[in-house]
């Protein structure tokens, strides 16, 4: 609570002392409010009911101070009764969240408090806040920013990790290097840089005479490269040796084993043409503040970002069986062995010129995308609990999505789109649980725009799935009455469930209002269990149902 006290009269000091600067000095006072709430309420047909504390909310205040070369900052954060549900219960109750104090210019920036960073992708250290997934990672200490040319970047970084209103266990360092060549040198159609990356965790062994070390040391070197319409860019990370976890919160003393990632991306863009590709591969790359942090729900402690790298679509039921990124080491039985993952994705754009066969008065736009993720492959050794991979090995398959998407303008005011999509999904090694699912979905979309800010949008969709729950449709219809009004009503049904009594109705109808920077939106519906998901990471959410409201406001 000192900690936290210390935080509020920083920002306060600062703001006192702002009152005192002369007028022509200026002054920049800037921060948001958020609010998430949802009433939960019992559903005989779907077989849910509500929660001991029905009515939940997530509230979210921050507050920002600017002046010259300094700046604060203060976030305050409630969750009362209770936060909605499958939120990671440590945010209880409420509480002063984060705060920092900076000084910045053109050659040192130094924050002390909460903050965020990256080095490089992210494979070996990211600390960032998404609340729609409950994450917030933030570092609690202090960070160094040096770059005495336009070249040369250092960053130096130190502190805990924010897990709930407290910080871990594990303390964090990290140092990155950056040298842009292309500055140095002066080149006028290239882009050069090469980065150098160091991460340790230091937590504390609790048991006598351990096999490894209780700091855990990782390494990166990245580069990249831009010449005109094609760029490369790729990343090689090591984790030194440390005790696999396999379990949630039980870490195996004599399992140990180092990790690893290779991350290349690619590719070439000019007018009307697009390719992009992307590898990787990821070994034993879990990489928490607390070592029985691997394999929470809610991503607590995580301390590097390993999105899915798959195209996120914007259909529902093309999110149902949605792939999360294996990093993480797992020898259950000769069924279920993984070490990681190895795959990729490619991506290929292209627009039909208007005027011509394919392309008709306003042109048309194809995508195509292609992604594959494997297990890696090797020799597995049981129940001894070992392994040796191959590096360029391809082990069983866990995730397959191949899709096509034709968006065509017909006239200033009609607009639609067709997409195909084949996914093939193996729960029994992304989930952990049991079977195979390979489905084919298609969805149809057409706007119609009936004034600049008025217009209509509707969506169709069916999936044709081999098991599980088999087929679905889905239909949403929006319409956005103008800048400030919109409207929406959608429904996902499983009508194709083997258990006629599990045939349910996914259906939502809601409103939202926009007045300069406020939105208000109010949703009444049900809320299909299984994943959400936000640039490649996601968190479990149960079903339920009820009605939502949520509020967004800056000043």
């Known amino acids: 609570m000192k900690i936290r006290l210390a935080g ?29 709430s949802q009433w939960y309420l019992n559903d005989e047909d779907l077989g849910v009911e509500h929660p001991d504390i029905p009515v939940r909310s997530n509230n979210y205040l921050f507050l920002n101070l600017k002046y010259k070369n300094w700046s604060a900052g203060i976030q305050g954060e409630s969750y009362e ?63 160094v920013i040096f770059k005495p040319a336009s070249y040369f970047t250092l960053k130096s970084i130190y502190g805990r990790q924010r897990t709930g209103f407290d910080v871990s266990e594990g303390e964090i360092y990290g140092v990155d290097a950056e040298v842009v060549l292309s500055e140095l040198f002066h080149f006028e159609n290239t882009e050069l840089s090469f980065g150098l990356t160091y991460v340790g965790r230091e937590e504390a062994i609790a048991i006598a005479n351990p096999k490894y070390n209780s700091l855990t040391n990782g390494f990166a070197g990245r580069m990249d490269f831009n010449h005109k319409g094609f760029y490369f860019s790729t990343e090689y990370d090591i984790k030194s040796k440390d005790a696999v976890v396999e379990v949630k919160e039980q870490v195996e003393h004599d399992f140990i084993k180092p990790g690893n990632a290779l991350l290349v991306n690619m590719g070439y863009s000019k007018k009307g043409f697009g390719l992009d590709g992307t590898f990787r591969r990821l070994e034993n790359m879990g990489f928490f503040s607390e070592r029985n942090a691997k394999g929470n729900a809610f991503n607590d402690r995580i301390m590097n970002f390993v999105p899915s ?203 939202a209002f926009r007045q300069k920077s406020t939105r208000i939106a109010l949703n009444y519906g049900r809320q299909r269990g299984g994943l959400v998901c936000v640039g490649g990471v996601c968190r479990i959410v149960p079903e339920s149902s009820g009605i939502s409201l949520s509020l967004n406001t800056t000043f």
């Not at 920002?11 to 200026?26: C, D, G």
């Open 8 to 36: 509020l009269m920083i920002l306060f000091t600062i703001a006192a002392q702002a009152q005192e600067v002369k007028p022509k000095e200026k002054i920049n006072f800037f921060g948001g409010f958020e609010s998430n």
């Open 81 to 143: 009764d209770q936060a909605l549900l499958n939120y990671n219960p440590k945010f209880d109750k409420s509480d002063v969240a984060t705060y920092f104090v900076q000084y910045k210019n053109e050659k040192i920036d130094l924050t002390a408090g909460y903050f965020y960073e990256q080095f490089g992708s992210g494979l070996l250290y990211r600390s960032w806040e998404d609340r729609a997934l409950g994450i917030n990672n933030a570092l609690r200490g202090g960070r």
């Open 309 to 511: 790298l798959t195209r996120q679509h914007h259909y529902n039921l093309a999110n149902i069986y949605v792939y999360q990124a294996q990093p993480n080491v797992i020898l259950a039985d000769e069924t279920l062995l993984k070490t990681g993952e190895i795959g990729g994705q490619l991506d290929v754009f292209y627009n039909f010129k208007k005027e011509t066969a394919l392309g008709g008065k306003y042109g048309t736009k194809v995508a195509v995308n292609v992604s594959n993720w494997n297990a890696l492959g090797g020799k597995f050794y049981l129940p001894k609990k070992d392994y040796n991979t191959d590096f360029f090995g391809f082990g069983k398959k866990y995730f397959s999505d191949y899709n096509i998407e034709i968006t065509k303008k017909w006239s200033q005011k009609w607009q639609s789109a067709f997409t195909y999509i084949n996914q093939y999904y193996n729960k029994k090694l992304i989930e952990e649980t049991y079977g195979l699912v390979k489905t084919n979905i298609l969805g149809a979309e057409a706007t119609y725009k009936f004034t600049d800010s008025k217009s209509v949008r509707m969506v169709g969709e069916h999936m044709w799935a081999d098991t599980d729950k088999k087929n679905w449709a889905a239909s949403t219809v929006e319409f956005n009455l103008n800048s400030k009004y919109s409207f929406f009503a959608s429904d996902m049904y499983n009508y194709g469930n083997d258990d006629s009594e599990m045939r349910n109705h996914y259906y939502n109808v809601g409103g």
